[in-house]
């Protein structure tokens, strides 16, 4: 057993534990001479100390929210004698002293306390001022120059690492008694600085609408024990705007002023009286918005309202070149790229060619691609400047490889300046370009769609191209649907299935799911692209999909299990949720190597990472999928290669990254991989619906199998009863747009989305 398992034990010790004699309580003096076990979460911590007034080793267990090896600790506490641990003392309280000595300074500074400073740069800085060091730190840092190996650059690094470290450890300290953990006080420091602790005593429930990776329970738990009152309006305001947050994190741009009210009662055990009265105030001073019976967080209802109005703009403003010649254009299409387009591929690509604004879907198979490809190059020919976008970097990549063009992602067409904390372009300074051409658009959620169109010049033509069967975007809104819905945007639905690879068993069974019947799969002598494999209990589904992905798929098709095949599952938690899928698969595929443990998780080189969050500093975004390239076990850093680019994370910001051997299908939206794997069981009902199975399949290019239930896969094709989401972009566009009719030419919108024919 490693020292990290043997001592987690040990984190119940008390007096009266089986086997545990206690001294009577006493104090005592040591430095730490090694850490052997530390939570960052719950800041249990096992040392090594050695005892002033004995000069011997001791094992030292107990809390402390900071710790550095070469440090002088004081603790109070008691000997205690384990039965398996043996002699310790359980400290009841630790106190962190910097070091005094040339030893205990050198090895306090080889700790990775400072950014900069490893081993041999600690031992020189040491060599050169002895016991004097830490003061040089502090008052003269300037003579630091005078270390071989420290010019000004790192000097400044150092400096900055070592006040940096002082103010962190003062709110760490503080933020212990109230149950805030090491690396969210480290986002605490990084967001206010110096004024960490007089912010959060003022109103400690900005935490959860300022700091990533805090949420409203946390920061209500520091408020009660900084004593704000439970029935306070600074407690309803925040309990309110919890409530708006969490219907946002499920899809909804609002929320109804009675549900609010009732929710926000039983979160908070506050009177609906006072709850309304702090609503009242939030909308008075502008933080809420109030429509009619509907209540939205500002930034919703502002980028509902202004994707409407500039989607109505964009129609109404005329482009600046000449109207194309559609049949002509068509024609040449045609002739360069030698096919001939069915008539609902003519129909789109005329309508994409005429029109100001306007929508192109479908599933798999259909022609989207095609049609892209084809507008394109029509385009080029006439000389009109196109973009090409989408909302992740694998839709982009995929993008530029059918049509050969330049595509960006949506973050990198619209250019986040870290200076300016914003899009470089948007109203005020529109991108250059005649048409916009937007794919995967069931990925835009509301706030991201108002970016892209406010950087959109008035004159430009957009082409929205998408599948509105896929799953919503991730964030809220549902903005394909509701400008299809709205009538007021030309579109056009493909239907006719080209795409027929292997057999075209991925595709035939996308669109046999989207029309609610039941799967095929290929005579069992057949080879195929898409396999089911029956299995009824979730450890049996754990192991074939272990199987698959390990064994069976690269030795019967060839692909790389790391680099080639997705596991997807509907959800994070359980036997076969993400996190548990990807400690197996790491274990199975990446089990050796240079590696460093944070926030529980273990990220070793060659591990397949994604990011959780837009970081627009670092130009990577949620979804992002790379390989961990590099591990820094001194300073618990690591670097990853996201498509050839370099992106460094420091130790605190590791947490930003997840392992993605396995992924959720929301988080897989957008993406395609060679193979991928599925797995399906009735512990997902709540989430088992007919475009979640759906979206699952079609990211499957070559390869897909699908292991679960039979039950399982019968009631997600069965539901097609979408979970409305509350927004009212619909609502928006059509009372401000002219509702267009059906016409000869089939592209005016329909009314409503075609009826799918239910399961036998």
Request: charged share 25%.
């Amino acid at each position: 057993m490693d020292r990290e398992a043997e001592h987690t034990h040990g984190g119940g010790l008390d007096r009266d534990a089986p086997g545990v004699v206690a001294s009577e309580p006493e104090r005592i003096l040591g430095t730490v001479e090694d850490i052997v076990y530390r939570s960052e979460e719950t800041h249990y911590t096992v040392v090594r100390v050695r005892i002033v007034d004995r000069d011997e080793l001791a094992t030292l267990v107990g809390n402390c929210p900071a710790i550095w090896v070469g440090e002088e600790i004081e603790a109070e506490g008691k000997w205690v004698q384990h039965r398996k641990y043996g002699t310790q003392f359980q400290a009841s309280n630790i106190t962190c002293i910097a070091p005094t000595t040339a030893r205990g300074i050198e090895r306090y500074l080889a700790s990775g306390v400072i950014k900069g400073v490893g081993k041999v740069t600690a031992a020189r800085i040491v060599a050169k001022f002895g016991e004097d060091t830490l003061r040089i730190l502090d008052k003269e840092s300037k003579r630091l120059e005078e270390v071989e190996g420290i010019g000004e650059m790192r000097r400044r690094q150092i400096k900055e690492s070592w006040d940096a470290n002082r103010g962190i450890r003062e709110v760490m300290i503080f933020l212990q008694g109230h149950g805030i953990g090491t690396a969210h006080a480290t986002r605490i420091y990084r967001q206010y600085g110096s004024q960490s602790i007089a912010v959060i005593k003022e109103n400690p429930y900005r935490l959860c609408s300022e700091v990533w990776g805090i949420g409203f329970k946390t920061a209500d738990r520091v408020a009660m024990s900084l004593g704000v009152a439970r029935d306070s309006e600074l407690r309803a305001r925040a309990g309110i705007v919890h409530v708006l947050e969490t219907m946002r994190e499920e899809g909804h741009c609002y929320c109804t002023a009675a549900e609010l009210i009732v929710s926000a009662t039983a979160l908070l055990e506050i009177p609906a009286e006072r709850l309304a009265e702090a609503l009242n105030h939030d909308v008075e001073q502008g933080l809420l918005v109030r429509e009619d019976d509907r209540v939205y967080l500002t930034d919703l209802r502002n980028a509902e309202q202004a994707v409407a109005e500039k989607l109505l703009r964009l129609i109404r403003t005329p482009r600046r070149f000449r109207p194309f010649e559609t049949t002509n254009a068509i024609a040449h299409a045609e002739r360069v790229m030698g096919l001939k387009f069915a008539p609902m591929q003519a129909e789109a690509l005329r309508m994409a060619l005429s029109e100001k604004v306007c929508v192109i879907t479908g599933g798999p198979g259909v022609g989207k691609t095609t049609i892209i490809k084809a507008l394109v190059d029509i385009l080029a020919r006439q000389g009109v400047q196109a973009h090409l976008a989408a909302p992740t970097g694998r839709a982009a990549k995929r993008m530029e490889e059918a049509t050969g063009r330049q595509a960006q992602t949506v973050h990198r067409l619209l250019k986040y300046s870290p200076g300016l904390g914003r899009f470089e372009h948007g109203a005020d300074s529109p991108i250059p370009g005649d048409v916009f051409i937007l794919d995967e658009v069931s990925m835009m959620d509301i706030p991201l769609m108002q970016a892209f169109l406010s950087a959109l010049p008035d004159h430009a033509c957009l082409i929205l191209v998408g599948d509105v069967d896929q799953l919503p975007s991730v964030g809220p809104g549902n903005v394909l649907r509701d400008i299809i819905e709205s009538g007021s945007v030309p579109f056009r639905k493909l239907e006719t299935i080209f795409r027929q690879e292997k057999g075209g068993w991925i595709v035939r069974n996308a669109h046999h799911v989207n029309r609610g019947e039941r799967l095929e799969t290929s005579p069992r002598d057949e080879d195929s692209d898409f396999y089911f494999i029956s299995a009824d209990d979730p450890g049996r589904i754990l192991q074939i999909a272990i199987e698959l992905v390990t064994v069976r798929i690269p030795r019967k098709f060839g692909f790389d299990p790391l680099n080639d095949i997705q596991v997807l599952t509907p959800m994070r938690k359980a036997v076969l949720g993400t996190e548990n899928l990807n400690e197996l698969l790491q274990k199975a595929l990446n089990p050796e190597g240079a590696a460093i443990e944070r926030f529980g998780r273990i990220y070793r080189v060659g591990d397949r990472v994604m990011q959780i969050r837009n970081n627009y500093d670092k130009e990577i975004f949620n979804g992002d999928i790379g390989r961990i390239a590099d591990v820094d076990p001194e300073f618990g850093a690591l670097s990853v290669d996201f498509d050839g680019r370099r992106v460094e994370y420091s130790a605190d910001e590791a947490d930003e990254l997840v392992h993605a051997y396995a992924c959720s299908i929301h988080k897989s939206q957008g993406s395609e991989y060679p193979a991928v794997v599925i797995v399906l069981t009735t512990q997902h009902y709540k989430l088992l619906q007919r475009n979640l199975l759906y979206t699952a399949i079609t990211r499957g290019r070559r390869l897909v199998c699908l292991v679960g239930q039979p039950k399982a896969v019968y009631m997600a094709i069965r539901n097609n009863e979408i979970l409305l989401r509350r927004t009212t972009l619909k609502e928006r566009l059509a009372a401000g747009g002219v509702t267009l009719q059906a016409s000869g030419k089939g592209y005016a919108p329909r009314r409503s989305m075609p009826r799918l024919q239910p399961m036998e």
